[in-house]
């Protein structure tokens, strides 16, 4: 951040407020506290029989890898809608959620991911430019070298073991400690 949101002064400078446990940039010309808390990506797995849709990323970071739709959530939406609206920009796909899968947090990129199951209903548009390309995969045919991120690897091989026998858990992870807890399917 070079400038002060609210009143455009260039003069920022780190320091820790009163009664505050972190360090902020603070505004020394009107005292504004800039916060940086890490942002809400929703996304979902797009299941349909025994398949799921993953996303060509056409963009950096991590460009030319394969990833479930996933993307920023946006002021004033539900992380549900989040996820539906991501799976139709990056897939063009309509989806049904059907119920949240896991929950990981990226603490080096100051990301906290929140990833629903969704059910397959139509396509409706086409993918939209984030996309270089989206297919199907079954658990034999996930692209398991090239996925975005080690995190994605393991949700969606978990993913796919669940899958066969139709019951899902629920999952907490940390891609920092490579730490997942969860509550299995039984
Ligand atoms: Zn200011």
């Given at each position: 951040m070079n400038y002060c949101s609210p009143c455009g002064s260039s003069k920022l400078q780190s320091e820790?407020?009163?009664?505050?446990t972190h360090s902020r940039l603070v505004?020394?010309?009107?005292?504004?506290?800039?916060?940086?808390?890490?942002?809400?990506?929703?996304?979902c797995i797009i299941e349909q029989d025994d398949k799921i849709a993953l996303c060509l990323r056409a963009i950096e970071p991590q460009k030319n890898t394969w990833t479930i739709a996933?993307?920023?959530?946006?002021?004033?939406?539900?992380?549900?809608?989040?996820?539906?609206?991501?799976?139709?920009?990056?897939t063009g796909m309509e989806v049904e959620i059907q119920g949240l899968y896991s929950v990981f947090?990226?603490?080096?990129?100051?990301?906290?991911?929140?990833?629903?199951?969704?059910?397959?209903?139509?396509?409706?548009q086409k993918a939209g430019p984030?996309?270089?390309?989206?297919?199907w995969f079954t658990?034999?045919?996930?692209?398991?070298?090239?996925?975005a991120y080690p995190t994605i690897k393991t949700m969606l091989v978990r993913h796919a073991k669940e899958?066969?026998?139709?019951?899902?858990?629920?999952y907490q992870g940390d891609a920092g400690s490579g730490r997942v807890i969860g509550l299995h399917p039984n």
């Open positions: 820790l407020p009163i009664g505050d505004c020394v010309q009107c005292a504004h506290v800039h916060y940086n808390n890490p942002t809400i990506i929703c996304g996933a993307g920023y959530l946006e002021v004033g939406e539900s992380t549900e809608i989040a996820a539906q609206r991501e799976a139709l920009e990056e947090n990226v603490q080096h990129m100051h990301q906290v991911y929140i990833i629903y199951r969704a059910q397959f209903l139509r396509q409706t984030e996309s270089a390309a989206v297919a658990e034999q045919t996930l692209p398991l070298n090239q996925l899958r066969k026998n139709g019951r899902f858990g629920l």
